[in-house]
Structure formats: structure tokens, C-alpha cells
């Protein structure tokens, strides 16, 4: 049921790939645009043209298939994971989730600090990269749960962590909602906190701050949302037809929502797009936002949440602490959405924390 998977691209879709990048029909850009219309165009060209010339995927192919990958089939739909065993046998396990528009790689450089004391579980989201494109509807959060439950179950662990961002976030809660007596603790570094006007709940100055970025991204929807929540076929077809177009879309998403501070390379963006590009799965993944569930389950098991302060929502600490079971809560002085990939060392600090401290004696 489970089994070892090599990634292999053929090389005709990479030779598809740079004549497309070749053929690109730019538009224009008014003077002196800047990002007020979107993303720059010299700065896209120049991408481009590194993606064309300059970057390699083989050799990020040759670096990722050092990893153990494998596949197995849940619920008619093909999931791919990353397996890596901790030296210590007793090792608790942590399933590691991304968001949109990561992956699996968005966990790349927190698999060595946190594999010494965990064993991971690092999946593909089902419409995401190697775990391909959903073919039926209903493919939301808690289904996703699902599968993880069931994934777990078939590497043999009875008890297990769960931690992600983004989608990632919402999918681990879902997890511990659906399997609580098997998930010690969720661990997230994005955990949204709306409003409740009636609540009798004292706020610092910084958390009304935080509450107020909160309903401003409510009552201004981002544009990337609403295509993909209301019509992600009709993007997914200028994604999936133009390379530069993915390419725009998703730098965009890492050029705003990084911290200055805490860039994330062009290689590892280029990586991150690739994925998407050639496995076809941009339309598939955009099926989340529209098929994503508005309200789960409360999560019943302990919470640890990691507050980073260029992310594009806060969490506000009095209100989250009203629906979880907060035992742990980091104010990270750096980073922004992809916490893995901008402050990973920091972030593996706090993870090991919290689910070898906070909730190792439940």
C-alpha cells in the first residue's frame, strides 16, 4: 500500500517549459508603476530569465530524491509524503503540513533539527505536487484530516504531533479534532482570531492592533482569494497554460508576504513554482479556497502557536485562548507566512519545545 517514489521529470516537460519561457508575450507597464499594479515587470522578466537559463532543476531533483519519498492511495486519491525516521526508535512522530502556495518543500531545512528528536511525516496536500491533481469535489480540510489519520495509521503511529501554517494550520486542528486520542498537541504558526464584539475580554493596545489587521483582511478580501474561493478553474487556466503567469502569481505571494529581513532565495522560490509548473496542479490547488470549509470542529487537544510579526494576519492571544487549550505562545521578533523557510531554526526551537515540554507528560 505504501511505496518508495523517485521524483523524474521528463525531460520533454522541461524542454516544454523553457520554450514557453522563450515564447513569453509580455504586456506593457505604464512609468513609474512600481508594484501599485501588481508585480513589477523588470523584476518578472529578470525571474524569467533566470528560471530559462539560469536555474537547474536536476540538480534540486538530485538534492530532494536524498529524502525517502513515498505514495500510497487514500479515499481514491494518490498522496505523496516524505518518511524520515529519528535516530531514537521511541521518537514521537510529527506530521508536517503545508499551505498555498508552498509544499512539502517549505519544510526542507527544519528535517535535520527537528528529525533529532521527532520522526516527520511530511505530505503532499491531495491536489498539490506529487500527490497530483483531486478528480472529485470534496477534497476540503477535514477530508485532508482524514487521509493524515489514515496515513498515520499505516506507518504504525499511535501517537502523533501535528504542526503546519497557512492551509497547514487549519488541516492540523482539523486533525486533532478528528483523531484526538491519537494527537498529542497542534502546533501552528497561523492561527487567524476574528472579532467577537460581545465578549467581555480586556486587549492591549497591541492586540486591538493586531484585531485591527485582522478585519481589514476580512473586509478586504486579497484578489488571489476570491479568483481561487469563487472560479479556481477559470485561473487554473492561465497557471497551468503560462509559465510566467504561475511564475507572477506565486512570487507575488513571497515577495508580500516574507519579512524584509528573512528573504527567501529566488532558488528555492523557483523550486517551490517548479513543483507547481510540472506537476500540473495549479488549478487542483486553487480547489482548496473554494472548497475549504468556513467552520471545523474546535480542536480538543493542546495548542502551541508561533506569532510572526510580518505574517498577513495575527493571532490575538485573550481571544484564541477562549477556543484552545493555549500551552504554549511565541512573539518571534522576525519572519513573516513561510516560517518554516524564513526563520527555520527558530521555528524547530519552538516546535521541539512545546511537544517535548508543554505536552510530553499528557
Request: charged share 25%.
Amino acid at each position: 500500500m505504501i511505496k518508495p517514489f523517485r521524483i523524474d521529470i521528463p525531460q520533454a516537460d522541461l524542454d516544454d517549459l523553457n520554450d514557453r519561457l522563450t515564447r513569453t508575450r509580455w504586456p506593457n507597464e505604464v512609468a513609474d508603476a512600481g508594484w501599485d499594479y501588481g508585480f513589477p515587470l523588470a523584476r518578472l522578466k529578470e525571474l524569467a530569465e533566470y528560471w530559462r537559463t539560469g536555474y537547474d532543476w536536476r540538480a534540486h531533483e538530485a538534492e530532494l530524491n536524498e529524502l525517502p519519498h513515498f505514495t500510497t492511495e487514500i479515499d481514491g486519491q494518490n498522496i505523496h509524503f516524505v518518511h524520515v525516521r529519528s535516530a531514537k526508535p521511541d521518537a514521537l512522530a510529527l506530521v508536517l503540513t503545508h499551505g498555498w502556495p508552498g509544499s512539502f518543500l517549505e519544510f526542507l531545512d527544519v528535517i535535520e533539527p527537528l528529525s533529532r528528536d521527532f520522526h516527520l511525516v511530511i505530505p503532499s496536500i491531495p491536489g498539490y505536487g506529487f500527490s497530483g491533481p483531486t478528480h472529485e469535489r470534496g477534497w476540503d480540510i477535514v477530508r485532508i484530516a482524514r487521509a493524515w489519520a489514515e496515513l498515520m495509521r499505516r506507518l504504525g503511529y499511535e501517537r502523533y504531533g501535528a504542526q503546519g501554517g497557512d492551509f497547514g494550520s487549519g488541516i492540523s486542528m482539523a486533525l486533532g479534532a478528528v483523531a484526538p486520542e491519537q494527537v498529542v498537541g497542534v502546533h501552528v504558526n497561523y492561527l487567524p482570531t476574528r472579532p467577537v464584539p460581545d465578549a467581555d475580554i480586556a486587549l492591549s493596545e497591541a492586540d486591538e492592533a493586531r484585531l485591527d489587521k485582522v478585519r481589514q483582511l476580512m473586509a478586504n478580501r486579497p484578489p488571489y482569494q476570491a479568483l481561487q474561493a469563487a472560479t479556481p478553474q477559470t485561473i487554473g487556466y492561465a497557471l497551468t497554460d503560462s509559465p510566467v503567469g504561475q511564475l507572477a502569481w506565486i512570487a507575488e505571494r513571497f515577495a508580500q508576504w516574507t519579512d524584509p529581513r528573512t528573504p527567501i532565495d529566488d532558488e528555492r522560490m523557483l523550486t517551490d513554482i517548479s513543483l507547481y509548473w510540472l506537476t500540473a496542479t495549479a488549478a487542483s490547488s486553487a480547489r482548496l479556497h473554494h472548497d475549504a470549509p468556513r467552520r471545523i470542529e474546535p480542536c480538543p487537544v493542546p495548542i502551541g502557536v508561533a506569532v510572526l510579526p510580518h505574517d498577513i494576519t495575527q493571532s490575538v492571544r485573550p481571544l484564541a485562548e477562549r477556543l484552545y487549550d493555549v500551552r504554549h505562545w511565541s512573539e518571534f521578533e522576525r519572519g513573516g507566512h513561510f516560517a518554516a523557510m524564513e526563520v527555520p531554526d527558530l521555528l524547530a526551537e519552538h516546535v521541539r519545545d512545546f511537544f517535548l515540554t508543554r505536552v510530553a507528560s499528557d
